[in-house]
């Protein structure tokens, strides 16, 4: 018996997100009595493996199988379906970014296991299995109980603080015989650009809205955000007008983050937008209006003209990150 | 080609949520369709518009009780052929999903499109298991999907990019922003023409949910917005450096 949970790599590497995880899963592991173990499939040497041993994986178990680069959701199905069941394992943890809304369900449907999604507190109780998770877009919270005997939670991403602890963990490596044509997914094409910081990763985020009145006005923000060592983010009206990339969009359909800070400048803050930025840890919105229902959402808030305030903020900056 | 569209019904984005006795209080709730699966609707129709011969028909498929249909109707004004109706109350995406699948299994579609995520209960997850249910293929966040030379391609939204994929149908694309611009309208004469589009009932199958909500809670209540002078600028710096400790 055991807890198993899925670690994803990004070039071989793991983020925090993957340590954000195992310190989840390690915290059920403790309620539980029993221990963690890590499944990585893909290219990952031992040294970053043996990482997830410091916040609390006792085991870790390491595939490396060509036909698995990309992800096939059937194919890896089978794979995690079957390590979790030669391990017994009673709780599976992935995230509830696009890979982990991608398997679990499938997982769940092939062992008969019932999800928590994007949950981000450790369960309340183990008997019964009681998770807490975001529901009505963020308008409100349910405790949901998982009545089968395998659960199986996704993570909501930096939601849950990465606890340390003492490495012991043991590298397994492991084979598995994938079933001919059970890889039905061609990949064609591929358009990819790495090294940027992610947008669901950022833990600051600066992000513009309409107030921001041209796409030529953007300069001062991306400033802003760069000097913070944050990513840049829109409202969907910018996207939309094309203005900013779609990836920036975040908002209800747009991408749900939860950074540490998330600076709304111009954004009026309608309920869409609010429903994808609410989990953020602290909100500063900029805005003209001192009406706009943005303020009811933030912590602190300027009421004035972005591009007045703007290069305020970024002069202050600069001069707190000298002294 | 047959495209079949899974659609959930769920409170307007606008709604004030509040619940009584732990249930959703549905006084004066407006019921819409939910936003992703709308978009997915709008681009099932394009391609049967873009390519005649080639998609026959376009369905919808919902599961919850009579009192859903005007917005199963709103599916059909919008330009959706006819519409199955599986006549029971959601109780959890497993529940669902398995009542899909039995419907997929007898009706046969090419493609089966899922909004990524529904607005009320932000699970992810419905897609995914009628694929597994169905031993289909799937492929999660999905921002496009075209007809080239009779093949179906798919773009795949990745971390920092885009995958062009293709996969043998049948399969299951669960789908998100950027599948259509704009959800598409029910103008006039579509509402006439649904009036009489056909929408099959169908009694559910025995499956046992997995999962009971068993309690709602508010948001904790914030406190009220700190506001800081325009001109005063470095006072919100030093705030999130020294007391927030967030940069």
């Known amino acids: ?49 043996k990482s997830l041993g410091s916040y609390g994986a006792s085991k870790i178990l390491s595939l490396k ?24 394992a009673r709780v599976i943890v992935l995230s509830n970014n696009n890979t982990g809304k991608a398997l679990a369900p499938r997982l769940s449907v092939k062992l008969g296991a ?48 990465i606890v340390g602890t003492v490495n012991s963990a043991e590298i397994e490596h492991i084979g598995y015989d994938l079933e001919a044509g059970l890889i039905k997914t061609e990949v064609r094409d591929i358009h990819k650009q790495t090294g940027q910081l992610l947008l ?67 954004i009026s803050g309608a309920t869409q937008h609010i429903a994808g ?12 209006d001192k009406d706009a229902p943005i303020f009811e959402t933030a912590r602190y808030g300027i009421v004035g003209d972005a591009m007045k305030v703007l290069p305020g903020l970024i002069e202050a900056v600069k001069s707190a990150t000298t002294d | ?37 709308e978009l997915s609707l709008t681009r099932a129709l394009e391609l049967k518009d873009n390519n005649p011969g080639q998609v026959e028909a376009v369905t919808v498929a919902h599961v919850g009780p009579a009192s859903a249909e005007p917005t199963i109707r709103k599916a059909l004004a919008i330009g959706a052929d006819s519409a199955i109706r599986i006549n029971a109350e959601p109780h959890d995406a497993y529940f669902v999903a398995a009542q899909l699948a039995e419907v997929i299994k007898s009706e046969q579609f090419d493609i089966i499109m899922c909004g990524i ?45 885009k995958e062009i994929l293709s996969l043998p149908l049948p399969f299951v694309a669960i789908v998100q922003k950027g599948i259509a611009k704009e959800p598409g309208i029910a103008a006039m004469r579509g509402i006439m023409m649904a009036r009489s589009k056909p929408i099959k ?39 999130l450096q020294n007391e927030e400790k967030i940069i």
Request: proline share 5%.
């Open chain 1, 65 to 88: 199988n060509e036909h698995l680069r990309m992800l096939d959701s059937q194919a890896y199905t089978v794979v995690i379906g079957d390590i979790a069941k030669k391990l017994d």
């Open chain 1, 200 to 266: 669901t990763d950022a833990e600051i985020v600066v992000s513009g809205g309409r107030g921001m009145k041209s796409p030529d006005n953007w300069g001062p923000l991306v400033e802003l955000a760069g000097l913070l060592g944050g990513a840049t983010a829109c409202s969907r009206p910018v996207s939309d007008e094309g203005w900013r990339p779609h990836e920036e969009h975040t908002g209800q359909t747009g991408k749900i983050i939860a950074p540490n800070l998330y600076i709304a400048v111009g």
């Open chain 2, 1 to 37: 080609m047959k495209i079949l569209v899974c659609i959930s019904n769920v409170p307007d984005t606008t709604t004030r949520i509040k619940f009584v006795e732990n249930k959703l209080d549905t006084t004066g709730i407006q019921w819409v369709i939910n936003p992703w699966d």
């Open chain 2, 201 to 239: 009932v169908v009694e559910p199958t025995d499956v046992e949910p997995l999962t009971d909500v068993v309690s709602y809670e508010m948001p904790p209540e914030k406190e009220a917005c700190r506001f800081i002078d325009a001109d005063k600028p470095g006072e919100l710096i030093d705030i």
């Open chain 1, 1 to 49: 018996m055991s807890v198993l949970v899925y670690t994803e790599n990004w070039e071989g590497k793991f983020k925090k997100l993957s340590y954000e995880l195992v310190s989840y899963a390690s915290g059920i592991a403790k309620m539980l009595d029993s221990s963690v173990t890590a499944l990585s499939i893909g290219d990952v040497d031992d040294a970053e493996l």
């Open chain 1, 114 to 161: 019932g999800i928590g999604s994007g949950v981000s507190k450790l369960p309340s109780s183990t008997d019964p299995f009681t998770v807490y998770k975001r529901v009505y877009s963020g308008n409100a919270f349910a405790n949901v109980v998982i009545k089968s005997d395998i659960k199986i939670i996704t993570l909501a991403q930096n939601s849950f603080e």
């Open chain 1, 277 to 288: 930025v609410s989990s953020s840890k602290c909100i500063v919105a900029i805005n003209t």
């Open chain 2, 117 to 161: 995520e529904s607005s009320d209960f932000n699970g992810s997850t419905v897609g995914s298991m009628i694929a597994e249910f169905l031993q289909y293929p799937s492929v999660s966040a999905v921002s496009n999907i075209s007809i080239e030379n009779g093949d179906v391609i798919i773009t795949r939204e990745i971390d920092g990019g």
